[in-house]
């Protein structure tokens, strides 16, 4: 069911909001997701989209027009969150412990959602007989993977997948598939490396779906994605489903490695200048860490954006003008080192848009999002996004 | 008053918490507390805390047993959570712009507190003409001093100020002082390198306050402080107040600059195991930048420590292990690089405590404090923390 939550009054304006605010360009929003969607039909893949940056009921039903699907979820609060919405099929992305598995599954009792569980060692496994004991709700298990040495998972050949998968067995689960996630596609950023990563994501993944059927486990989930890799693959037989994250808003480390433009960018924080020390080319606004966050993913990427790029109150671009530094509640903005352009006039009171590094980040550290249609100044609606664990 | 507030059944103990979960020790804090309420006493000034780290109604009840004193905030949404329960007399010290000073002031109006503004520039002086004229408040107003490069704020001796000062008086406001802070202290790590910031923020301070009275402002109000100068200040003659914020939690980047020992540090998160790498050194456990912060203000000191120091579930820091890498929901635990120890054996299900970089930062991305004392398991309470602006 399609509801827009908390309808704004039509005269609230973003020249309304207190900075600094967190903005959603819905029209961004709706290209982006169309854009992984037809992608993934054209594959033949099921797309499970990862809710863990939108965090967001609002968002999950511009993806969903037609009802709850399959998604991916990074906490329990927000399994708990979508599975109080009607969602029921839902990949919990982070492995396992005892207590979080416990957990989990007294939310499947409660709810009727089905929340599959992500574990890589016998020690995982063996812990779920005596969940299933405690919960009286039998887990369904994904091993994952490891693809491209990013952090856990098993390689395809490792012995121990198998012996992992009869311990899930032997324990009571189902064990319903693998699961990959190429996350050191993030440090690539022309479309060979990006279609090649995508390519042996793939054949690891399907490589380890086969193993385990060759020792006699259905494996009827063959699971993987990351914003780069989805958007590059070009064929994803022996894969049944997709995911991805990030998409849906993008950010400027998507930019970097490829994957995007700057326009395609949905989410910014609206910041007023509270001042200037002309000397050293500095605007100061009110939009700090706090606001933006920490993170410095284009730090490492062939254009560092500071803590983000710059654009006016419409969203847009101010070239060459990034957030050079960022204290709590402080941005300075500067001219990007070695640009031949100058400050653009921006006097106190002045409000701007400032694109996210990454867009995860800069949406964690906010409670709502006011969504808004291109350059129209007019709030559409207010959604409300869940945090914590 | 005080009360302890949501008062918890005491069976309840850490090894009950969901993971990742914000813990604070109360001897810790209260020990930090006292410490530089004490100093100040010494030194003979007033200390205004700022509330932009604790962000906790229950943590200033703490620092001011005996009812609401002068406090510090960095957004007005504190200064409004801080107004409802009591406080009066507030410094927002973030630069004004139009409309925060006309929501500051409408604070003001309802709450009966006093909310004193800042600025550095005669279009931010000027404004308030029409801002007073909006709410019916007359606006208390300090002018921000840059006294080591740092931000933003004007040099004594820029003849701005006294510019400033008069734009202020015309614009029928009070001008109650000048306000500095030695932001650029975070970046120094000797006893005497500090004793000197301290002094050169005091020199600064006191002149332009001197300045101001000799062309005929009062300037009651001489507000100075970092946490690393308020802590090394050994005489502050001409100084009224003293300003502080991490000095209540403490974190690594100010044990790096030397303000505290490791054992001082009264937040931490509480992580789960989920897995193991052996053959990279690796232990995977459920916090990630989500919960940890981004922060990584220990990479530019003498010890880089990665994304926090890890301890055991008691707060017993295990030596040398450090959160090395973090993505959303994971942290990779590994021995510090050069360093000759071995990783401890931590199997799944494990409790590890993570220290901050940044206490501002990694309490930031949580909603409440899980309050303990010492190495007991019990928790005391939970404190909630406000957020958003």
């Known amino acids: 069911m399609q509801t827009a939550a908390k309808t704004i009054p039509p005269s609230q304006s973003i020249h309304d909001l207190v900075t600094p605010s967190l903005i959603l360009d819905r029209g961004r929003l709706t290209r982006n997701i169309a854009r992984l969607a037809d992608h993934a039909r054209q594959l033949g893949v099921v797309l499970r989209p990862h809710m863990k940056t939108a965090k967001s009921i609002d968002v999950a ?11 991916t979820v990074s906490t329990l609060a927000e399994a708990g969150y979508f599975a109080s919405h009607g969602y029921r099929d839902m990949i919990y992305a982070v492995g396992l412990s005892p207590a979080s598995a416990r957990r989990a599954l007294e939310i499947c009792w409660r709810t009727g959602a089905e929340i599959k569980l992500l574990l890589d060692t016998v020690e995982q496994a063996d812990a779920l007989a005596e969940v299933r004991e405690t919960t009286g709700v039998i887990p369904s298990v994904l091993i994952e993977l ?24 032997a324990a009571g689960a189902n064990l319903v598939g693998v699961l990959a996630h190429a996350g050191e596609s993030y440090g690539l ?15 690891a993944t399907v490589r380890a779906a ?40 993008f950010d400027l480390v998507q930019h970097g490695v ?10 910014s924080v609206l910041a007023s200048v509270i001042g200037a020390k002309p000397e050293k080319g500095w605007i100061l606004v009110d939009a700090g860490w706090m606001a933006l966050s920490r993170d410095r993913g284009t730090a490492s990427q062939r ?3 500071g803590y983000g790029v710059v654009c006016d109150e419409q969203g847009r671009v101010l070239e060459d003008v990034i957030v050079s530094q960022a204290s709590q509640e402080h941005g300075i903005l500067s001219i990007r080192p070695g640009s031949d352009k100058t400050m653009p006039d921006l006097p106190v009171g002045t409000r701007v848009r400032i694109l996210p590094n990454h867009a995860c980040a800069m949406a964690a550290q906010h409670a709502f999002y006011s969504v808004v249609d291109g350059e129209s100044a007019g709030i559409e609606a207010r959604w409300d996004r869940i945090r914590g664990w």
């Open 61 to 71: 039903r511009r993806v969903f027009p037609d009802g709850p699907g399959p998604i």
């Open 146 to 169: 490891d693809v491209d040495d990013h952090r856990g998972g098993l390689k395809p050949d490792d012995p121990k997948l198998i012996e992992v998968a009869a311990r899930v067995v």
């Open 189 to 203: 950023n022309t479309p060979e490396a990006l279609v090649a990563a995508a390519e042996s994501e793939r054949v």
């Open 210 to 249: 086969e193993i385990l059927r060759a020792h006699g486990y259905a494996c009827p989930i063959v699971s993987l994605g990351s914003t780069p890799t989805a958007h590059f693959a070009q064929n994803l037989d022996g894969v049944t489903e997709l995911r991805a994250g990030v998409y849906m808003f």
């Open 258 to 267: 490829g994957v995007c433009n700057k326009d395609d960018i949905a989410i």
């Open 303 to 305: 254009v560092d954006q």
